[in-house]
């Protein structure tokens, strides 16, 4: 046993602590296990971590893993046709190893007989499968051999037959198969809540089981309402951005009327202006958006700090820009149509002496 200072001695204060005895607990059942295991040698640590360590032999090492896997997995045993389930508080098909029966193969309980035809399951075929959190895992065995009360000491070295009837008994390496495969459990952190599903289904298509903290959750309500309030910042910023967008096209399309009205008095026919009109306002709006995203991007890199536009950056995700560049291309157009329309209902010299 190593234990740290200051602890165990407050429990044996003014006695020794070898040769005392200690039990263990089944901390979800609160059952107190028969065995006792008696202290024989203390070894002290400095570190002030909370705690202490005990040192068994492997036997019972062994008896506390096998506990464990049998608990903490859904075992199902497929026998003549018919799947039975396997538990750690039930002796009937509990799985349980012994070395001296070999790989591939399994020993019954002369109980099991009856489910077999005329009562003899030697060579028939047995499955087990395992099912738990981080792996599903089959084994399929033949039965070797069927252990009466009067043979269980020859074939596995066993006294008690009461106690064991009704146990599946497999070879140490095919237990090992089942269920000694380590833990393969990792916690993975998105930078954004608004990425957990991308990395998710990212992991899956990996090979990945994924359990995403959310889904664990009980009030499912929170989540719904930041969605819902995500989604309503979303479309109230691109109905805002298109706004600014229209007004803006405006003033740069009014400016543009000197301009304009030159190339119809030098002989620019209707269709020629409209086009010109709209490839100008497309260059325009491609220069506008793009030094918009580098802006947004240079001030997610905190190199400028605008409020407003940290904002844009939390709610808005690459689809959005994409509509919204679909929008201002698209109002760009119209605009642009409805522009050169209007400039020709008036004379060139009417539209040149119009104020911008």
């Not at 560049?325 to 409805?338: A, D, F, G, N, Q």
């Amino acid at each position: 046993m190593i234990y740290r200072k200051g602890m165990l001695c407050k429990h044996f204060k003014g006695e020794s602590l070898l040769e005392k005895e200690l039990f263990t607990q089944d901390y979800n059942t609160g059952e107190t296990s028969s065995d006792k295991y008696k202290i024989v040698g203390i070894k002290y640590a400095d570190d002030t971590s909370y705690g202490y360590t005990i040192y068994l032999n492997q036997n019972q090492i062994n008896k506390y893993q096998f506990q464990i896997n049998q608990r903490y997995s859904d075992i199902k045993v497929l026998f003549m046709d018919k799947y039975y389930y396997s538990n750690f508080y039930n002796q009937n098909f509990k799985i349980m190893y012994n070395s001296n029966v070999p790989d591939g193969n399994a020993y019954i309980s002369s109980d099991l007989n009856s489910y077999c035809p005329y009562e003899y399951c030697i060579n028939k075929n047995i499955t087990i499968e395992v099912n738990n959190l981080y792996y599903n895992e089959t084994l399929n065995l033949n039965i070797m051999n069927t252990y009466y009360k009067w043979n269980i000491n020859y074939l596995l070295g066993i006294n008690d037959y009461e106690n064991n009837n009704g146990i599946i008994f497999i070879s140490p390496n095919d237990y090992n198969n089942l269920f000694n495969k380590g833990n393969y459990q990792s916690s993975v952190f998105a930078t954004s809540y608004k990425l957990t599903d991308e990395v998710a289904n990212t992991l899956e298509d990996m090979g990945y089981k994924t359990l995403k903290i959310k889904d664990t959750l009980v009030n499912f309500g929170a989540a719904q309402v930041i969605k819902i309030m995500s989604t309503t910042v979303t479309v109230i910023l691109v109905i805002a951005l298109f706004f600014i967008s229209y007004f803006v096209i405006r003033i740069i399309l009014k400016s543009r009327n000197v301009y304009f009205s030159t190339i119809r008095i030098l002989g620019a026919t209707q269709s020629t202006a409209r086009q010109l009109l709209i490839l100008e306002l497309f260059i325009v709006s491609n220069i506008a958006f793009f030094s918009f995203l580098i802006f947004v991007y240079m001030c997610s890199l905190n190199i400028f700090d605008v409020k407003f536009v940290h904002t844009i950056i939390n709610y808005l995700k690459v689809k959005d820009y994409i509509i919204l560049y679909i929008i201002l291309i698209t109002m760009s157009y119209l605009i642009s149509m409805k522009f050169a329309k209007k400039l020709f209902k008036k004379s060139a010299m009417v539209t040149l002496g119009e104020e911008v």
